[in-house]
């Protein structure tokens, strides 16, 4: 289970609940809730959780890795929030690879994050559905269906959903860092 992980990795790491509130700025007793999976982190949660103990946010949410190079489109790794409006699948057979990619589905009017995110690497998308406005930095890009934009994710960045139906996109990120 998540918690589970979130806990075996803190340990791994030899932190306190208290080292890890003040790296990842939720407290203790949030915390303590997620790891003994008595609520579920938001997605901003997991992935500042997932960042203060420098590992990918999927690391959390996926099961043993598999040996097969191929990812059959019924045995993806699928991160959902309660009451997010946003879904990623895994594309890539796990995250010890040198490239992580991933398919995400974005719901009309919905963004990725609450404040423009960064983490190491290189990112390069392909919108497959919809529109998308993607900032990055101080600038700001508007894609449509079969548009790619490859940027430095170092550089803050955040995306939206445009127009009536789903934004589905995919995302090759290197290093791993979802």
């Given at each position: ?15 306190t609940l ?17 790891e ?9 949660s ?13 690391y ?28 990623f ?21 919905a ?58 996109f ?9």
């Amino acid at each position: 289970m998540l918690g589970e992980k979130v806990r075996a990795k803190r340990m791994e790491k030899q932190l306190t609940l208290k080292d890890l509130a003040e790296r990842t700025g939720v407290t203790q007793g949030f915390l303590s809730q997620v790891e003994r999976d008595l609520t579920d982190p938001s997605i901003t949660s997991l992935r500042r959780i997932a960042h203060a103990l420098d590992v990918p946010i999927f690391y959390f949410l996926m099961d043993e890795a598999k040996s097969s190079p191929v990812v059959r489109k019924n045995e993806r790794q699928v991160l959902k929030f309660p009451d997010s409006h946003l879904t990623f699948e895994l594309l890539s057979p796990d995250l010890n690879r040198s490239l992580e990619m991933m398919m995400a589905r974005l719901e009309p009017g919905a963004v990725t994050c609450e404040e423009p995110l960064t983490h190491p690497g290189e990112e390069n998308i392909l919108v497959i559905q919809g529109q998308m406005k993607i900032q990055i930095g101080e600038d700001i890009h508007i894609l449509a269906e079969g548009d790619s934009i490859y940027y430095f994710s170092s550089i803050p960045h955040k995306i939206w959903s445009m127009g009536q139906e789903d934004l589905v996109f995919i995302s090759a990120i290197t290093p791993p860092a979802f």
